[in-house]
């Protein structure tokens, strides 16, 4: 069973910056793509970004050039850092992990979420 941690949602101006992190924990040796996920209230959650095991990336149109994602494989955790926030952002953010390799060397091919957080940007 895996379990993820997200922190660093909160309230920002119009402008301003967050950083949300994820942490994977449980019977990990890799994991093959993390990524971030948000929904606004009435509407379908959305890919925000995602990056793969060998770190290639992918970004929804209306966060590129603000948004980046990173990952730290030592630590089994995804970040974003988020810039030029905009009032259309506010969302709650999900993580998302999908397949990982296993502490007995075998693969879960599982989508696992974690229990989201509120990015609100407001003045």
């Known amino acids: 069973q895996v379990q993820l941690a997200e922190s660093g949602g909160g309230l920002a101006q119009p402008g301003g910056s967050l950083k949300l992190s994820c942490a994977a924990s449980?019977?990990?040796?890799?994991?093959?793509?993390m990524g971030w996920y948000r929904q606004a209230p009435g509407k379908e959650r959305e890919s925000v970004a995602i990056?793969?095991?060998?770190?290639?990336?992918n970004y929804a149109d209306s966060v590129k050039g603000r948004f980046t994602i990173s990952k730290d494989n030592a630590k089994n955790t995804v970040y974003m850092e988020m810039n030029s926030l905009e009032p259309d952002d506010t969302s709650v953010y999900y993580c998302?992990?999908?397949?990982?390799?296993?502490?007995?060397?075998?693969?879960?091919?599982?989508?696992?979420w974690g229990q989201g957080t509120q990015v609100t940007v407001s003045s």
């Open positions: 998302n992990v999908v397949g990982i390799w296993t502490g007995d060397h075998g693969f879960d091919p599982s989508t696992y």
């Open positions: 449980g019977s990990i040796e890799a994991i093959n793509v």
């Open positions: 990056i793969s095991r060998s770190g290639s990336t």
